[in-house]
């Protein structure tokens, strides 16, 4: 958000695998069959078996007479018998020999025998034990374990079996339509005309014309993209098919494309209806031959989508809706005409759109009757819609930690100042050196601005720290907001932001580390002036650095020489220092009012932009008692 804050102390595989179709379930269960067979046949005879030793019918009979012998035990083709020496048990077997008298002879040796008696056995019973039960066991286990490690590795997962996790959402289920969505005006009208398709397509097939088959949805993080694709289908009355680009991504080859595969299938069935892919970045990179290799997982899962976009059928009623916001990385071949030829774009509301942003999620808690949704509109300038929402349901929270059952304005600002500084640090302690050095700065700061014409009103000032680091922090808020930014008014702003380091330096005649945020922000614009805004002295209209990512943030790149670099750095350090200068003399020129001001802010902590103000302006008396509403 852009509310004025000042101050701060602040793997490859090979590729026969390509295009391999995932195996079947009955294979997975043939191999532990075959597991189980080798198991029960091989290793567990040996297993579960004891140690038998083979001897002649001479030392069985010799033991015997001995009477070493303690059990017998005959079958068709052996004889088994035990011997127990020092009561240590030992097993033996020999051949079956006719011998009649061998029963009397074990009778009066006391020995006990038994014969084998032969049993039918129960061949279902057999197997459904020794087969049966095993695979049975290993498929729970297997089952488990999968679903275990879906968790742990994404979406994805092992899921062997190639089933989509797309969510489908019928038209009477969590049903959004348009007046959901607020502040993205241009952006509704671009997608009425796929509205007025999916509810009329005899119309379109008459005169010829095709409906775009897919649309891509561009906006930073935040914008209502993911709610915009779900009003669409609310207000075409259609089923609702979302799934994030990471969730084909997958650690079995193929499983991507074939995900990707049962997605259509499962959009073609369900026709008229809406696939929504959010996230299209993870899977859409733009190929590279230096970099990916054919075999890349990616590359088979975008291959398998740009190939099944081109086998829909313009008539059937399928419309792929993608959001991202990182065009700028997408492959050429998905954005062509025919696949997704059309982009709508979702930009940070404006002043009107935040209002309206506000006033939807305003109507789901209870709020006073005379709420300033407009003080804080203004307040949040270049705040998305989930941002928004997350302050009013901060303020929400507020209320109910306030004993209130309304929302009040001052929750909704308190709110915004608890999402960009964090809330309040009740157990911080800072020594009375520190907390006028901190009231310095910060006045410092609002000081400058009040002498500025064209400045933003100063809001609020305080030196309550912050959970964020900040120990204090000067807002100011737009009365009207600028579409443009002027030299001029950029070097402004490189004034105010000076001007804590300076009312440091005046009153004390030192430096701190509270300035370290507003030097990075200094830094920051008299960068862009000089490469990206031709507002240079030495290199006029010149651009020297390439444009990052607009959505993300991120930081262009340098397309000069290093000699030119280093002109550019001392250019910035000139225009930083000239500032400096500037705000300096400001100060130096309103010293009486400074201690005025710095006084007044460390007896009431927390002050407002009208006390601020009036004693500015002399009129100390009207000044009244700060609110504790409102960088170092």
Not at 29 to 58: C, D, E, G, H, Q
Not at 223 to 243: H, Q, W, Y
Not at 334 to 340: A, E, H, S
Not at 592 to 598: G, I, P, R, T
Request: proline share 3%.
């Amino acid at each position: 958000m852009n509310s004025i804050f000042n101050g701060g102390y602040m793997g490859q595989t090979d590729s026969n695998d390509r295009g391999r179709k995932p195996r079947k379930i009955w294979y997975y269960y043939a191999i532990v069959w075959l597991v189980v067979l080798v198991f029960n046949l091989m290793i567990m005879p040996k297993v579960m078996s004891r140690r038998v030793i083979t001897a002649t019918y001479t030392d069985f009979m010799d033991a015997l007479e001995a009477d070493e012998v303690k059990q017998v035990q005959f079958s068709s083709t052996e004889i088994n018998y035990t011997i127990e020496k020092g009561g240590h048990v030992q097993y033996f077997k020999t051949g079956v020999v006719d011998n009649p008298q061998l029963p009397q002879i074990l009778r009066e040796k006391g020995v006990t025998y038994a014969a084998e008696i032969p049993e039918t056995p129960n061949l279902l019973l057999t197997l459904l034990l020794q087969y049966g039960l095993p695979i049975l066991i290993f498929s729970l286990v297997g089952r488990r374990i999968s679903k275990n490690l879906r968790g742990r590795l994404g979406a994805g997962g092992l899921n062997i079996h190639g089933q989509g996790t797309a969510k489908i959402y019928k038209p009477d289920e969590d049903k959004k339509d348009f007046d959901d969505v607020a502040g993205q005006e241009e952006a509704k009208e671009s997608l009425q005309e796929i509205i007025d398709y999916l509810n009329n397509p005899a119309k379109y097939a008459d005169i010829g014309a095709k409906c775009p088959t897919g649309v891509l949805l561009v906006g930073p993080p935040g914008t209502g993209k993911t709610l915009m694709a779900k009003a669409v289908a609310g207000e075409a009355n259609v089923p609702f098919f979302s799934i994030s680009g990471s969730e084909f991504v997958e650690m079995f080859v193929g499983r991507g494309a074939a995900k990707v595969r049962e997605l259509f299938e499962q959009a073609n069935k369900q026709a008229p209806c809406i696939v929504f892919i959010d996230e299209i970045d993870t899977i859409g990179k733009r190929r590279d031959s230096q970099f990916v290799t054919g075999h890349d997982e990616r590359e088979q899962t975008l291959n398998q989508l740009l190939t099944e976009m081109d086998g829909f059928e313009s008539n059937k009623g399928v419309i792929i809706l993608a959001a991202t916001n990182r065009p700028e990385v997408l492959d050429p071949a998905l954005l062509r005409p025919g696949r997704f030829d059309r982009q709508v774009r979702l930009e940070l509301p404006d002043l009107r759109g935040r209002e309206a942003i506000l006033e939807v999620h305003l109507k789901r808690v209870q709020k006073e009757d005379d709420l300033d949704v407009n003080l804080v509109a203004r307040m949040t300038a270049g705040a998305s819609g989930a941002q928004l929402a997350n302050i009013v349901n901060e303020a929400a929270l507020r209320a109910v930690r306030m004993a209130r059952n309304v929302v009040t304005t001052t929750d909704l600002t308190e709110s915004v100042e608890t999402i960009i500084a964090g809330p309040e640090r009740k157990n911080a302690i800072l020594s009375e050196k520190e907390k006028r050095i901190v009231a310095y700065h910060e006045i410092g700061h609002a000081l400058v601005a009040a002498k500025q014409s064209g400045s933003a009103p100063v809001q609020k000032i305080t030196i309550v720290p912050r959970t964020s680091g900040a120990l204090g922090y000067t807002m100011q808020v737009e009365e009207n907001e600028k579409s443009l930014i002027s030299k001029e008014d950029a070097f402004q702003r490189l004034e105010v932001l000076c001007g804590g380091r300076a009312a440091e330096e005046v009153v004390f005649n030192m430096a701190t580390t509270g300035a370290a945020n507003d030097i990075e922000k200094a830094t920051d614009i008299a960068r862009n002036m000089v490469t990206r805004y031709g507002m240079s002295e030495n290199f006029g209209m010149m651009a020297l650095e390439t444009g990052g990512n607009t959505y993300l943030g991120h930081a262009g790149q340098s397309t000069c020489s290093p000699e030119t670099v280093r002109l550019v750095d001392e250019e910035i350090r000139d225009i930083i220092a000239e500032a400096h200068r500037r705000a300096t003399t400001v100060l130096m020129g309103n010293r009486e009012k400074m201690d005025d001001l710095a006084e007044y802010l460390l007896e009431k902590e927390t002050i407002t932009g009208e006390e601020f103000m009036n004693i500015l302006e002399g009129d100390a008396a009207q000044s009244g008692e700060g609110s504790r509403d409102h960088t170092f």
